[in-house]
C-alpha cells in the first residue's frame, strides 16, 4: 500500500466538508459513539453520507429529461454479538446522529458499558480515484452536447437504426465513518457511466443493442469520440446481429465464454457464495469448503478492490477498512471468503475490506468489488478449435443465484453456435444454468486474454445495490446447461 | 385529504412550486413522501437486527416554455431546510432550460382527481406497533418452521417490517392532495438439508393492517414445507411439457406482461405487443384487470403520481387486448387519455406503474390442475432475467415439482424453462381458481400447455 499527498488531501477534503458543513467534529463523534456505547455492546460506528447524482438522457433525438439527486444522511450502528441495531436519518447532524445512536443501542439490554472513544485518523490510504474536478459539476450543456452527437452518430451509422437513447450518469459521493475503536475514516468516490441503447429494424423484425462504459475516472474520458463512437457502433453491431440471430438449442453443451463481461460466471457462481454472512450462517452451498477443491488446476479467482479507477474499486470499504486484493480460489482450491467486520470476528477471521452498502439507509454487508478469473496459458482461438459442437457467449445481461442450492443462472445477449471448431450463426435468448460449487470444476481451457469489463456492473443483494466488475480470460467450460428452445 | 400532523409537509410542498415558479417554470409539480419504518430480523430465534428509520424526500419536477413545447428537469432532495428546496427548485429550472423543448411534455390538464375515497391503506392503531411484538412474530415463525421436519436445521432468518408512509403531491395546475398508507410484512426463510444437499425456500404475508397479516407459525411452516419438499432435487432430460406457474410464480409473467402494455415501450416501439390492440393476444380464459382502489389493496391509492383518479382498466378481455397502462405523457405519444397509472416517487419524474394488477380467478384448485396433468412441470421458484420485451423471448432458470401421471414425482433443479411470450400466452389452458395477494399482483396458478424445458 502506498501513500502519497493526493490520498491525504482526498481524506482531509471529506473530513472539513463534514465539519465545515454539518460541525460534524471529531469531539462531537466521539460523544455519540460514546452514547451508543452506554449499553453493553461489542462495537459501534456512525456512517455520514452526502452524494449528489446527475443525469440526462435522450430519446427519439431530444434530451428530454435532465436530473440532480441529492441524498444525504447518518446511519448509527450498534453490535453486540451478533446482533445489530440500526437506525438512520436524512439529516446530518450530530443531534440526529445522537438520536440514532440512542436508538441503534436498544438491541442491548445490560448497561454498563460506557467506554470513552478516542477518534484517529488512518493514515495509509492510497487514492485509485483522484479526480480533480467532481464529474458533477461538468455543465449540463456539456452532457447535452456529447448525447446529441451519439444520436446523430448512431442515426447515420445505419438506416436500419430506429431509436436511440443514451445517457450519462455522474455521481459524486462523500462519506465518513468514525468507529468505536477508534478509527475516523473518509473518502470521496466519483463515478461515471455512459449508456448507449438502439433499436434496430428489419421488416417486422425488431431488435436492441446495448453498450455502457464508466468507472472512477472524470467525466472527459466519455467525452472523446472514439471512446463513444465505439460504443455507439457496438450497440449496432449488437442489434444488427441479433435480428439475424436464430433460436438457441436446448440442453447440455461445451460452452466457451469470452474474455471481460461474462466473468458475471464467477459474480454468481461462485462470488455470492464466498460471502461471509452466507458462511458464517452456513446457509451457503460453499459452507465449510475452505481449502477443498471447488474449480480445476489452474483456475485461480481473486476479487480486487484496488484496482485504480475501475466502477468495483473502492479506498476504504463502508466500514472504512482498507479494500485490498483476496484470492478467493487459488489453483482450484477454495482458500478465502469476502468479510464485513461482523461476519470476520464471529468466524474469527479478519475483515477483507468488502463490507459494502448502497448508502447511508443501509447496513452494510459483505459484498464484491472487481471479481475476476487470472488469465491462463491457452490461445484463445485453439480454446474455440476445441470444440466440435458447443455454445459461444461473448456478452451476457443479468444474472441470478440461489445461494443455498448454489444454483445460478445469466443470459447471454451474444452468443453463437460453434461448429467443427468454427463460430457460427448467432442464437437469441440463450440462458445458462449450473451449479456455483462444481462448475470451475469443468473448466478445462483458460485463455491468456484476462479482460475485465467496461465498467456497468451493479450487484444487488438484500434490496442494496452497489457497483461492481467483473473480468475473465477466453475459457472453455464442458456441460453447462443451456436453456434455449429448439430440442 | 391529509392528515392535520402534515400541515408543515403541505408548506414544504407548496414552497418547492412557489420557488420554482418565481425561477421562471411554466409548470410544476412536487411530492413529499414521508416514511417511518422499522424492520427486524430473527434468525434460529434469536434477534439477528432491528432497524429504524425516519425518512423525508422532496422531488420537484419543473417545466419552461420554449418555442417548441415545454423542456423539463426532475430533482430529489432529502435536504428540506427551507432555504436548500428554495435553492433545489431554482436549480430544477436551470436543469429544465437546458434540456430540449418537447411538444408532449406537460402536466395533465385537468380531470384531477376530486374525490379522495377511504381505501382502508392503513390503521391508525398499528403505530403503537412494538419492536419487541413485531420481534415475537419473527420468532414464532421460526420455531414454527423447526417444529415441521427436523431437517429444518438452519434458516436464512425471519424478517417482519411495518412502514407507514405519507405522500403529498401539488401541482401548478392547482391540485393538492395526500395520502397516507401502511405496509405489513412477514417474511420467512428456512433452509433444509439431508447429507449434502440442502434447500431453502420461503413464504410471507403482506397487509396494509397488523391485523391482515396471516398467522406468524403458519407461515412459518408453510415456507418449511415448501424448503423440505425441495430436498432431493435433480435435473430433467431436456423436453417439451406443460408448465404450471404457481401463485407465488405465476404473477411474475404478470409483471413482464405489465413492462410490455406500458405506454412507454409501446410509443418506443420496444414491446412485442405494440401494433395489437384490439387483437387476441392470450388465450380465452385469461381476463387482466388493474385497479387502483381496491379497498386495503396493497397496489391502491386515491390519485396517481400526477394528481389523477385511479380507477379499473381492464387491460385484457377474455384474451382480447383492450387497455395500455399510461400516464398523461405516454398518452400523448399515443393520442389517448391517461389511465391514470402515472406513478411517481421522490427520485424520479413520472412514468407507468401498475396498481393492483391481477388474473381473474377460473376455476379448479392447484392441485386440481396438477391431477389434470399427464406429464409436466411445475414450477416454485424462477431466477435470473431472460425475457427479451422486444421479441418475446422468455428463458429463465427455474426450479420445482415434476409431474407423472397427474402426480408430483421428485423436485427438479438446476433446469431452465424457454419460449416466447406471445405463444405463452395464447398457450394459457388452465387458470386456477386461486387467488391471495402477496404483492401488488396476483394470479392464480397458470398452465401453459408447453414450453421447452432445458436440463442435463
Known amino acids: 500500500m502506498t501513500t502519497d499527498r493526493t490520498s491525504e488531501e482526498t481524506r482531509e477534503e471529506a473530513l472539513s466538508f463534514f465539519k465545515d458543513r454539518f460541525g460534524v467534529d471529531e469531539r462531537s463523534l466521539e460523544a455519540t459513539l460514546g452514547t451508543a456505547l452506554e449499553r453493553r455492546v461489542d462495537y459501534a460506528d456512525a456512517y455520514f453520507e452526502y452524494t449528489t447524482q446527475d443525469s440526462v438522457s435522450l430519446e427519439e433525438g431530444i434530451v428530454k429529461d435532465g436530473s440532480r439527486h441529492l441524498n444525504q444522511g447518518v446511519g448509527v450502528r450498534a453490535q453486540s454479538g451478533e446482533r445489530q441495531g440500526y437506525a438512520h436519518s436524512d439529516e446530518i447532524s450530530i443531534d440526529s446522529a445522537q438520536i440514532a445512536a440512542g436508538t441503534a443501542r436498544a438491541i442491548s439490554d445490560q448497561s454498563g458499558g460506557s467506554q470513552a472513544v478516542s477518534l484517529a485518523g488512518q493514515r495509509e490510504q492510497r487514492d485509485l480515484y483522484p479526480v480533480e474536478q467532481s464529474p458533477t459539476d461538468t455543465p449540463v450543456e456539456t452532457k447535452v452536447a456529447l448525447l446529441d452527437e451519439i444520436d446523430r452518430y448512431a442515426r447515420a451509422l445505419d438506416p436500419c437504426v430506429k431509436q436511440v437513447m443514451a445517457s450519462v450518469i455522474t455521481q459524486h459521493r462523500r462519506i465518513l465513518i468514525a468507529s468505536s475503536d477508534g478509527r475516523l475514516s473518509a473518502d470521496i468516490q466519483p463515478l461515471v457511466r455512459l449508456n448507449v441503447q438502439v433499436i434496430a429494424a428489419d421488416g417486422e423484425k425488431r431488435e436492441v443493442g446495448y453498450e455502457g462504459m464508466g468507472g472512477r475516472y472524470a467525466i472527459d474520458r466519455l467525452m472523446e469520440p472514439s471512446t463513444w463512437k465505439r460504443m455507439v457502433d457496438e450497440a449496432v453491431r449488437v442489434a444488427k446481429l441479433n435480428l439475424n440471430s436464430i433460436p438457441c438449442p436446448a440442453g447440455s453443451m461445451n460452452v466457451v465464454l469470452g474474455p471481460g463481461w461474462p466473468g458475471i460466471l464467477l459474480h454468481e457462481a461462485i462470488g455470492h457464495g464466498l460471502e461471509g454472512d452466507f458462511n458464517r450462517k452456513k446457509t451457503s452451498a460453499f459452507s465449510n469448503k475452505l481449502g477443498q477443491r471447488v474449480a480445476s488446476e489452474g483456475v485461480t479467482v481473486v476479487d480486487d478492490g484496488t484496482l485504480p479507477e475501475r466502477r468495483g474499486s473502492i479506498n476504504i470499504d463502508d466500514e472504512g477498512t482498507p479494500s485490498r486484493e483476496n484470492v478467493l480460489i487459488e489453483n482450484g482450491v477454495l482458500v478465502g471468503y469476502l468479510h464485513d467486520r461482523l461476519n470476520a470476528g464471529l468466524m474469527g477471521m479478519e475483515p477483507t475490506g468488502n463490507g459494502r452498502r448502497e448508502s447511508y439507509a443501509h447496513m452494510p454487508l459483505p459484498r464484491m468489488t472487481n471479481t475476476f478469473m487470472l488469465a491462463g496459458q491457452d490461445d484463445p482461438e485453439e480454446i474455440l478449435k476445441s470444440v466440435d459442437r458447443g455454445l459461444y457467449a461473448v456478452s451476457f445481461g443479468g444474472g441470478q443465484v440461489d445461494i443455498t442450492s448454489g444454483k445460478f443462472v445469466f443470459s447471454a445477449s451474444e452468443a453463437y453456435l460453434i461448429e467443427d471448431g468454427q463460430v457460427g450463426a448467432p442464437v437469441k435468448g440463450a440462458t445458462l444454468i449450473g451449479n456455483g460449487p462444481d462448475v470451475l470444476t469443468r473448466v478445462n481451457r483458460i485463455g491468456n486474454d484476462l479482460k475485465l469489463d467496461r465498467g456497468v456492473g451493479t450487484c444487488g443483494k438484500d434490496g442494496q445495490g452497489v457497483p461492481v466488475g467483473v473480468g475473465l480470460p477466453t475459457v472453455r467450460i464442458d456441460d453447462l446447461i443451456v436453456g434455449g428452445t429448439e430440442g | ?456
Open chain 2, 1 to 456: 385529504m391529509s392528515s392535520p400532523q402534515s400541515t408543515s409537509d403541505h408548506e414544504l410542498v407548496a414552497r418547492a412550486i412557489e420557488g420554482a415558479r418565481k425561477a421562471g417554470a411554466s409548470q410544476v409539480d412536487a411530492v413529499l413522501v414521508r416514511s417511518d419504518s422499522q424492520e427486524v430480523k430473527v434468525r434460529n430465534e434469536e434477534i439477528e437486527h432491528v432497524k429504524r428509520a425516519n425518512e423525508r424526500c422532496l422531488g420537484i419536477r419543473a417545466l419552461v416554455s420554449q418555442e417548441a413545447g415545454l423542456s423539463s428537469a426532475v430533482t430529489s432532495t432529502c435536504d428540506l431546510d427551507p432555504e436548500a428546496i428554495d435553492r433545489m427548485a431554482q436549480e430544477t429550472v436551470a436543469l429544465a432550460r437546458a434540456t430540449a423543448a418537447d411538444p408532449h411534455a406537460g402536466l395533465p390538464e385537468g380531470g384531477f382527481a376530486e374525490d379522495i375515497p377511504e381505501l382502508d391503506l392503513m390503521k391508525a392503531g398499528d403505530r403503537n406497533v412494538s419492536v419487541e411484538a413485531r420481534i415475537e412474530d419473527a420468532r414464532r415463525a421460526e420455531s414454527a418452521a423447526r417444529e415441521v421436519d427436523p431437517r429444518i436445521d438452519n434458516s436464512e432468518g425471519t424478517e417482519a417490517a411495518s412502514d407507514f408512509s405519507e405522500i403529498i403531491y401539488h401541482n401548478s395546475q392547482g391540485f393538492q392532495g395526500g395520502y397516507s398508507s401502511a405496509y405489513h410484512s412477514l417474511f420467512s426463510q428456512p433452509l433444509a438439508s439431508e447429507g449434502e444437499n440442502k434447500q431453502r425456500d420461503y413464504w410471507m404475508t403482506v397487509s396494509r393492517q397488523i391485523a391482515g397479516l396471516e398467522d406468524p407459525a403458519a407461515v412459518g411452516r408453510k415456507a418449511a414445507e415448501r424448503a423440505i419438499r425441495r430436498l432431493g432435487a435433480r435435473s430433467v432430460p431436456t423436453c417439451e411439457v406443460p408448465v404450471i406457474f404457481d401463485s407465488l410464480t405465476a404473477p411474475s409473467l404478470l409483471g413482464q406482461l405489465a413492462g410490455c402494455l406500458s405506454g412507454y415501450s409501446i410509443y418506443r416501439e420496444s414491446s412485442f405487443l405494440a401494433g395489437c390492440m384490439g387483437q387476441s393476444i392470450a388465450a380465452s380464459n385469461v381476463t387482466v384487470v388493474d385497479d387502483g382502489r381496491l379497498p386495503g389493496g396493497l397496489g391502491s391509492k386515491p390519485f396517481d403520481g400526477e394528481g389523477l383518479p385511479t380507477r379499473r382498466n381492464v387491460l385484457v378481455n377474455e384474451g382480447r387486448l383492450e387497455s395500455w397502462l399510461l400516464d398523461s405523457y405516454s398518452g400523448r405519444k399515443l393520442d389517448l387519455p391517461s389511465t391514470g397509472n402515472a406513478s411517481r416517487g421522490a427520485g424520479s419524474g413520472p412514468g407507468v406503474g401498475t396498481t393492483n394488477l391481477w388474473i381473474e380467478a377460473g376455476e379448479g384448485t392447484l392441485d386440481e390442475i396438477i391431477a389434470d396433468t399427464e406429464k409436466g412441470l411445475l414450477v416454485t421458484e424462477l431466477i435470473g432475467m431472460g425475457f427479451n420485451p422486444i421479441t418475446g423471448d422468455y428463458s429463465r432458470g427455474a426450479s420445482g415439482l415434476w409431474i407423472e401421471g397427474g402426480q408430483i414425482s421428485h423436485p427438479v433443479e438446476e433446469i431452465t424453462i424457454a419460449g416466447n411470450f406471445r405463444d405463452m400466452l395464447m398457450g394459457i389452458d388452465a387458470v386456477g381458481s386461486e387467488l391471495v395477494w402477496r404483492s401488488r399482483s396476483a394470479a392464480p396458478p397458470l398452465r401453459v400447455g408447453q414450453m421447452t424445458v432445458a436440463g442435463q
